[in-house]
């Protein structure tokens, strides 16, 4: 026994089963197993952080969420609820001792909760038909105020006559009369609009606020706990305006309305000063362009006073919050495909804090974070770059450090491929356009590769220096993958994203084709063996480029725009792209239209072309695709479909449909991919 003992001791100690294991390159079932931190909030002292960890189940194919507490410098970190639910959105009172959040955890209804932190008794706040949306604690901690959609009948002219008893007739017609009557993700809209209430946090029945015809945005309290402040489009010609909105104030206890900005743009994201006398927010004077810079303003809280701060600041003002003592700001925003934080004096001087902020889109590499700060100027953020979706970071002024790897026990034995940036010149007009280039692993610079170029959508997005489950997969089975940043690409200035304006898609081919004629340069891609892919505007380029070059050996094009006379009809938000993609309506100016359209182009494709959206997407629809796919077989270009059941424009809304989506593109370049 002794021996055997012995044995098994020495068997245990050198197993590598147990405390190794052999490196392999990801699969796409590992994408259940990825993790991410969201949402993270600071306390109001900066003593502790609750940030959102998300999860997926592989069972049930669901994406899920619980909160986690961790002390501000990596200390104590628990989970504060479990369980194969969601939890999200904390937010904590002004004297640190609990929290609100909202979850499903009881019968799969989404409630809003009250937990007392030092015993973790927790409370239902809510049992509405509707979950509550954006919410917002009083100052003294006694009221949340939060907006809730409120449903009502949509009203019909058809008057249908009784059936007799016990006849089975079809359901009732459904009579549109909204310019806005379906949306992505959410389908065809039912009747009613987002209103105000307020909430004692000892429960109860919530107080409905306004009753308007219009959508308020969430609020946030003023100081004397009597009124609270928050943005809508109250303008009579809302359906034609959709960025036109205002800040304003509402008395909680009479309901009256004051409106506090007046301009013709978007005015939102009210946030209060330390002191309470003055607002900050965030918008722009509209001019009709397809990309404008986001500013951020303060007044006073009577709407007076009003001050542009980050005038000279060409970058989007993604998320703020005022320092402590109200003389400055801290802000997220995106510069060269990288998140930062910075401070910003009220004169509008920038210091960077730190950066690497992002990671929350686990799928395509998009530039995305979140922070939030405390109230003696520490913070809390979203940390990723290309090797891990996003973590837990924490920073003051001086210094920051990540405090969480979430997904350390997958990566440990994953091999990942190798990110790095490029820069070239485009052959239209030599401006620097910015990319980068992941290798697979095991990269061995004297091979030759299959390459894929890769498209960001928008087109008025970016993408930047963090993990893609995507483009990994793709290196991961053996191919060289570029994305990029071509022009009408955000975090690179107002001029530089307006090079589309009103000219989509056009030369972003030459900055697309320059950048896969840099990488050929460096010798290890075989140019006989390119492939392109991209969705959405990545889509509308795919199908563009297909149009332009026979280069590319397959292409796979993702929920795109094909025809953009029937796209501005036809998606969701049908009052916007014809006003600021195109200037004037497709009737008004055909040629236009013609020009920019990729089905102009069908009749010179030659390279096999796959076709792949969502069945439910409502802002790139299904039509769009059909369209291409039956030219495509009119001209006999080798060709398929593939259509997600269930899937909006955001594919991706359970894990399987984004494995889905990158099996499918495999299987099409795996097709044509000559051997080398």
Do not use: C
């Not at 109860?204 to 003023?222: C, N, R, V, Y």
């Not at 969480?404 to 491929?417: E, M, P, Q, W």
């Not at 200037?583 to 020009?595: C, S, T, V």
């Amino acid at each position: 026994m002794k021996k055997l003992l012995t044995t098994m001791l020495l068997f245990v100690a050198t197993s590598p089963l147990l405390f190794g294991q052999v490196q392999s390159n990801l699969e796409l079932l590992d994408i259940f197993n990825m993790e991410y931190v969201s949402d993270p909030q600071i306390s109001p002292d900066g003593s502790k952080i609750i940030y959102v960890r998300n999860f997926k189940d592989v069972m049930t194919d669901r994406n899920l969420s619980n909160l986690w507490i961790i002390n501000f410098d990596g200390s104590n970190n628990r989970p504060l609820t479990t369980g194969n639910h969601n939890d999200f959105a904390p937010k904590w009172s002004h004297d640190g001792t609990k929290i609100v959040f909202k979850s499903n955890m009881a019968d799969d209804k989404m409630k809003l909760y009250l937990m007392w932190l030092d015993t973790k008794e927790t409370m239902a706040l809510t049992n509405t038909p509707q979950s509550p949306g954006a919410v917002s604690w009083s100052y003294d901690d006694r009221y949340v105020a939060f907006n809730m959609f409120v449903p009502e009948a949509n009203k019909s002219i058809i008057k249908m006559p009784g059936k007799p008893e016990g006849a089975e007739w079809n359901k009732p017609p459904k009579y549109i009369d909204k310019m806005n009557y379906r949306g992505d993700g959410a389908g065809y809209y039912k009747g009613g609009n987002s209103q105000l209430f307020t909430l004692p946090i000892t429960g109860g029945t919530p107080k409905q606020l306004t009753f308007s015809e219009f959508d308020h945005g969430g609020p946030i309290w003023a100081k004397d706990n009597k009124h609270l402040y928050f943005s809508a489009n109250f303008h009579k010609d809302e359906e034609m305006e959709p960025a036109d909105s205002e800040i304003y104030a509402i008395n909680v206890n009479d309901g009256e309305i004051t409106p506090l900005t007046k301009r013709y743009g978007p005015d939102t994201h009210p946030v209060l000063s330390p002191d309470g006398s003055k607002i900050a927010y965030l918008g722009y004077d509209d001019r009709l362009q397809g990309y404008q810079i986001t500013q951020m303003y303060i007044m006073n809280t009577d709407g007076s006073g009003s001050q542009l701060v980050s005038g000279d600041f060409d970058r989007d003002v993604e998320d703020m919050a005022w320092n402590s003592k109200g003389n400055g700001f801290y802000f997220s925003y995106t510069d060269q495909g990288v998140g930062k934080l910075a401070s910003m004096s009220l004169s509008g001087k920038v210091d960077d804090i730190t950066n690497g902020l992002g990671g929350l889109s686990l799928g395509r590499p998009y530039n995305a974070a979140g922070f939030s700060a405390s109230n003696n100027n520490k913070f809390a953020y979203t940390q990723g770059d290309t090797s891990h979706p996003s973590d837990l970071g924490a920073a003051d002024t001086r210094n920051s450090k990540r405090l969480t790897a979430v997904n350390d026990d997958l990566f440990s034995f994953k091999k990942l491929g190798e990110v790095e940036e490029m820069w070239w010149e485009s052959s239209y007009d030599q401006r620097k356009i910015q990319g980068w280039v992941v290798t697979p692993p095991d990269f061995d610079p004297s091979k030759k590769y299959p390459m894929i170029l890769e498209i960001h959508g928008g087109p008025f997005t970016s993408y930047g220096e963090v993990y893609s489950a995507e483009i990994q997969a793709y290196a991961a089975e053996g191919y060289v993958v570029l994305y990029t940043n071509p022009r009408g690409s955000t975090s690179y200035g107002e001029e530089f994203g307006n090079l589309i304006h009103h000219d989509y898609p056009n030369h972003d081919y030459e900055d697309l084709m320059s950048g896969v004629d840099a990488l050929l340069e460096k010798g290890y891609v075989d140019e006989d063996n390119l492939f392109v892919t991209g969705g959405s505007g990545g889509g509308v380029l795919t199908a563009w480029i297909v149009g332009k070059t026979d280069r590319f050996k397959a292409a796979v094009v993702a929920k795109p725009v094909i025809n953009w006379t029937s796209f501005v009809l036809y998606a969701d938000g049908v009052q916007f792209f014809s006003k600021y993609w195109f200037g004037k309506k497709p009737w008004e100016d055909p040629e236009n239209y013609r020009r920019r359209s990729p089905l102009t182009y069908v009749g010179n494709v030659t390279t096999p072309t796959m076709l792949l959206t969502g069945e439910e997407d409502y802002r790139t629809p299904i039509a769009e695709s059909e369209q291409f796919y039956a030219a495509l077989k009119l001209e006999n270009v080798e060709t398929a479909m593939v259509r997600i059941p269930g899937a909006s424009h955001g594919i991706a809304n359970k894990p399987s449909n984004l494995i889905a989506k990158i099996a499918s593109v495999l299987a099409w370049f795996d097709k044509y991919k000559g051997d080398k």
